[in-house]
């Protein structure tokens, strides 16, 4: 994620616009998006304190470059989302028995929902099972409005349109060619 921060890359049309960012947006890492989840004891609204990798202006981010999977969680918890069943069609989401699975991914896009935002998933094109896990859970959003928000960005894409010393580096270092 440290790309982001190399001098000038966000002031580039390339990048910006395939991310569909506006040029000079600045990274927040460890975006905290605050989204309802009902009303607990007392009376008190509960909020997820979810976290995404990156806002870059209105778009949220997910990256995975050596991660292996967007976790899973008990169906339980996923219900708890107010407007779950609005947003996604839920027997459609990837199921690992009483779990969802790429839960990450499914709190990303309440949370671009809740937001208005756009949500995209960074990750490497050699991993096709991310890839599949991603347009599963896109496959099962219901409204397409939304669904024209989400993104899929490989590294390699986005390697492909940095200045040549972070394509060096994300050769060097993770194999990542442009």
Do not use: H
């Amino acid at each position: 994620m440290n790309i982001f921060c190399y001098p000038g890359v966000l002031e580039d049309w390339p990048l910006c616009g395939l991310l569909g960012v506006d040029r000079g947006v600045r990274p927040v890492f460890g975006y905290k998006p605050c989204m309802p989840l009902g009303m607990g004891r007392g009376k008190r609204m509960l909020v997820d304190r979810t976290e995404v990798d990156m806002l870059l202006g209105s778009l949220l981010v997910e990256a995975k470059l050596t991660e292996g999977s967007f976790q899973r969680a008990p169906l339980e918890r996923v219900m708890r989302y107010p407007g779950l069943s609005e947003v996604f069609c839920v027997e459609e989401l990837p199921m690992a028995g009483v779990s969802v699975d790429s839960y990450q991914l499914v709190r990303g896009v309440m949370a671009a929902n809740y937001e208005g935002r756009g949500f995209a998933v960074f990750c490497d094109a050699r991993r096709g099972d991310l890839v599949e896990r991603w347009f599963r859970v896109m496959r099962a959003v219901r409204d397409c409005e939304l669904r024209s928000r989400l993104a899929l960005v490989t590294w390699q894409e986005i390697a492909g349109v940095m200045p040549g010393a972070v394509r060096e580096f994300l050769s060097e270092k993770y194999g990542i060619a442009g």
